[in-house]
């Protein structure tokens, strides 16, 4: 059965890549509009070709969403991904044009061919194996594939509402993912959310000379003291309810941390640091950067600060700050919590503008998609692959993962060395081969 | 008597404000050396024409100070000023070109005329004024006129350090004055003094991805820390130690509040506040306002301070800091304060980085020079002077005042108009001749 699979991939391998080196030919860099569109017409052309039902859902102002259905059965699968790509910059540190495709030592360089034209590719490669092998699919495979999650995927919460009962399935793979640096295979359950906002104080209709400290509130003290209750001394955020409303990971989310690899020794050195925040262990310092929320200060900024002296009592002061989320902290609560904290304690003349959010998305780890997904992993791959229940970073998962009532896991065709955003990007020939196996056998088990 | 001198002052008006503007052609620019040098050679001339003995200290790197000595008897008196100007920059917005002095309208515009020229020229012209009515000048009057205040005097306190002895006097007369914008004639009997600082926190050798924030110390947060400790919410200092040093106004210092004109509601409403800070009344703001040290953030940076989002952890952060100090605060012994506080704290990673300081400078009230020097101000102008103990701002009064156990006083030809450091600076003619007949008289009754 497997041997069929594979024999197919191998006989189409030089199909395969030269179908995906034409997706990396069109340069749908992010600004380019044209190519955005010509990328969008191609995929639209292409999912066709391989027996989807497809549309184009155009956004406000962007490129549209390619969607494209295919399969039958009682269950389905939806898939993100993306067609738009970092710019190519700086062209003279690339061996090879970024957009003229070639295979060099068994890897496959192109700008986009990581992130994220190699997952959409193997995915329709996957679907026309399995029907080339087995037949008709034996689930509802659906495509979403945007073209702004460059530029921060502004229009896909909108387009999940407009789309919510279309997009609905029993699980969803998301993009990005692979081998790890010790060439285990790792997948993600999930993302922290975020809220970040600015904080704004005020104060004298102009900067003073500071000789006037003694009378004229300064904007900076204020600032200080007020984001001084945020966190305390040991790193606990301090705005009031934020902890209460935190739901500590399960014990099968905490399971996850034995099987985690994570070196502190190699971090703390690659970092310059003595320790930890609070000198914590390693295996404190996983749990933390998995499952903790956040209260970060990006950048902070107020007065006089060139080199040199200038005695200036100044009338604004600001700090940017980004709170990281987990469950069931939502970007709306943590904003309603911060404003009634300042509030109460008469910061009330301190704005908090909100500058972006994103929902925190974990799935399940039990639900029976996410087993089936590690467990063909294992089969596929040769080894258990490293799971870890949430990212310590954000994404736009939740519209269509959590915030549709899916689970999601990341899988790709990726591995340590892809140079994602930099030069010479580039896959593995035999990765990308080996996750087209994968996700046959993935729709060969789930669709059973 | 005063008919005499007031005679004479009027014979010689037009001589004087020649003479004055003679000084005032000069552009000695700080930066402009062979300006600056020529106005130091064009003074020491100038000395030597109204009989003093005249020397040019060399300066490390400046231009010289300039000193004259001239008259007898047991008491002296030193004067301060300084012949460097401020750049006439905009040039486009001077009534008439910076350096061709004009009277129009009874004032007399040209760059440096008020600061400090007219001060320089118009205790020359009271010392020859002395000497053509009365004889030989009963005291011996010490000129000192530096060439470097505009650029913050770098070389005053080592000069004053080498000449001590030739400094030695029974008062000082300090640079600046004039009448207020109500016309009264205000001087002040010191400054505060001050440290100015940077405190430096570092982190990872780079700055990293925001999701780090979990494990990796942000050094924005250890500096917003830090600095909460240094001061509370209602504005008290709050480093170990500060306030135990600071003596308090002796009541005599004190006293000169009642006579201050201070407009509270003017002032609010000119700075855009609802109150002082504290919520202070006027009285209690004035009192600040001369008598209170600060710690006052100049400026404080850390990460990303663009507009938009950028999720990092900053590895630095930094805050400028300037304390005006009061007696009996130190600048090193604030310093030391700082630095122990700090390190009490844990925060013994902050750098504190001394990138300034000036020692307080306060005149004894009761001190027979000060006396003398406010009755005949009474006298000569016509009303009770307003004395202000101390000055909200800081300046390099101490090396030739309390550093040489001496009382310093401001006084000088300006007014509220003069516009100091801007376009068309300027003096009125009849402040000029009535500080001259001032100083004359101030002479008469100090030497007798």
Not at 106 to 130: C, N, P, Q, W
Not at 238 to 258: K, M, N, Q, W
Request: overall charge negative.
């Amino acid at each position: 059965m497997n041997d069929k699979v594979r024999s197919h991939i191998l006989a189409n391998q030089r199909a395969f890549i030269e179908d995906l080196s034409t997706a990396c030919r069109i340069p749908s860099v992010f600004g380019n509009d044209a190519a955005l569109h010509e990328m969008a017409d191609w995929l639209t052309a292409r999912l066709r070709q391989a027996g989807c039902q497809v549309e184009q859902w155009p956004l406000a102002g962007g490129p549209p969403v390619v969607w494209g259905e295919i399969g039958a059965g009682e269950r389905s699968l939806l898939s993100y991904s993306h067609y738009d790509v970092q710019p190519a910059d700086p062209l003279n540190l690339w061996d090879s044009p970024a957009f003229e495709p070639v295979v060099r030592e068994g890897k496959l360089f192109a700008r986009g061919v990581s992130d994220d034209k190699g997952d959409v590719m193997s995915r329709i490669h996957a679907v026309e194996t399995y029907q080339a092998i087995y037949g008709e699919l034996p689930l509802r495979f659906k495509f979403f594939v945007e073209g702004e999650e460059e530029i921060g995927s502004p229009n896909l919460a909108p387009a999940a509402a407009t789309h919510a009962a279309q997009l609905q399935a029993d699980g969803c793979l998301w993009e990005s993912g692979g081998f790890d640096n010790e060439e285990r295979y790792t997948i993600y359950l999930g993302v922290k959310g975020m809220l970040y906002v600015e904080l704004r104080a005020g104060g004298a209709v102009c900067d003073l000379h500071s000789a006037y400290a003694p009378v004229v509130t300064n904007p900076a003290w204020r600032l200080v003291q007020a984001l001084n209750t945020l966190r305390s001394a040991d790193g606990v955020i301090t705005i009031d309810g934020f902890v209460e409303h935190v739901r500590p990971p399960t014990p099968a989310e905490e399971s996850y941390l034995d099987h985690i690899p994570f070196e502190g020794a190699a971090r703390k050195a690659q970092w310059g640091l003595q320790q930890f925040e609070g000198g914590v262990d390693d295996r404190e310092a996983l749990k933390r950067f998995l499952f903790a929320p956040t209260c970060n200060i990006c950048g902070i900024y107020s007065g006089f600060i060139d080199a040199g002296q200038k005695t200036v009592l100044p009338n604004a002061a600001m700090a940017k700050l980004d709170l990281r989320l987990v469950p069931n902290l939502t970007p709306e609560l943590v904003l309603d919590l911060l404003r009634r904290h300042l509030d109460r304690r008469g910061f009330d003349e301190i704005e908090v503008v909100r500058l972006g959010s994103l929902s925190t998305s974990r799935a399940n780890p039990q639900a029976e998609f996410v087993q089936t997904v590690t467990s063909a992993l294992a089969d596929v791959y040769g080894h258990q692959p490293v799971v870890y229940p949430s990212h310590g970073g954000s994404g736009p998962m939740y519209p269509l993962a959590e915030g549709l009532g899916m689970d999601a896991v990341t899988v790709g065709v990726g591995y340590a060395g892809v140079n994602m955003h930099a030069p010479n990007e580039n896959i593995r020939v035999d990765d990308y081969l080996k996750h087209v196996e994968f996700l046959v056998e993935l729709f060969r088990r789930f669709g059973s």
